[in-house]
Nanobody
Framework: QVQLVESGGNLVRPGGSLRLSCAAS????????IGWFRQAPGKEREGVSY????????YYADSVKGRFTISRDDAKDMVYLQMNSLEPEDTAVYYC????????????????????WGQGTQVTVSS
């Protein structure tokens, strides 16, 4: 069955870096775009970054642009999120998700576009 498993979350000081990994199984990763989302306590889940099947096409939320980098290695069935210059506001549970819908007018950050989600990994940025 389809499975997405995130890892790499940790406690890190402000200004530090982390690399999150998303391991995909049960489907051919190279056929699907993947999104990274996050959810902080008491807040709605929000889109962080997105990578198309073509790895040269990526998108970022304004809040992480220039600090985060998404990439994929289809040969290893992995998607990564490199996070640099982390801020306390980046504290959240981070999820990867497989985009299974392409409805006209719906952007990559619309949660209903995604049919499969991982269980999440906790990122805490604190001194």
């Amino acid at each position: 069955q389809v499975q997405l498993v995130e890892s790499g979350g940790n406690l890190v000081r402000p200004g530090g870096s982390l690399r999150l990994s998303c391991a995909a199984s049960g489907f051919s990763l190279d056929y699907y775009p993947i999104g990274w989302f996050r959810q902080a306590p008491g807040k709605e889940r929000e889109g962080v970054s997105y990578i198309e099947k073509n790895p040269d096409t990526t998108y970022y939320a304004d809040s992480v642009k220039g600090r985060f980098t998404i990439s994929r290695d289809d040969a290893k069935d992995m998607v990564y999120l490199q996070m640099n210059s982390l801020e306390p506001e980046d504290t959240a549970v981070y999820y990867c998700a497989r985009r299974t819908h392409y409805r006209p007018g719906y952007s990559w950050s619309f949660l209903a576009e995604y049919g499969d989600w991982g269980q999440g990994t906790q990122v805490t940025v604190s001194s």
